[in-house]
């Protein structure tokens, strides 16, 4: 079965730290490109980061300096290094591998004191 599990998420006070993981399974990540979307309350689904098989980075201004993709081909894995949250970062966050295409159900990120 192919699918991508997201993990990770929770509540968190602003200025906190989470890590997002995307378990993939039924595919092997080492040649997709893979990204992180957002979606917020009332708001669009957006993507705001994204990794290519190379391994090459991009970010959405949004997040840039704060958040980090990275892959571990080996555990077939993707991740999310979330630092310095913002209640505006409150969302749901989705694993994609947008050249199947497929997403993950989205795990919740809620930044709150």
């Known amino acids: 079965q192919v699918q991508l599990v997201e993990s990770g998420g929770g509540l968190v006070q602003p200025g906190g730290s989470l890590r997002l993981s995307c378990a993939a399974s039924g595919f092997t990540i080492r040649t997709y490109g893979m990204n992180w979307d957002r979606q917020a309350p009332g708001k669009e689904r957006e993507t705001i980061a994204s990794?290519?098989?190379?391994?090459?980075?991009g970010y959405a201004n949004s997040v840039k300096g704060r958040f980090t993709i990275s892959r571990d081909n080996a555990k077939n894995t993707v991740y999310l290094q979330m630092n310095s949250l913002k209640p505006e970062d409150t969302a749901v966050y989705y694993c994609?591998?947008?050249?199947?295409?497929?997403w993950g159900q989205g795990t919740q990120v809620t930044v709150s004191s």
């Open positions: 994609k591998a947008p050249m199947i295409p497929l």
């Open positions: 990794i290519n098989a190379g391994g090459a980075t």
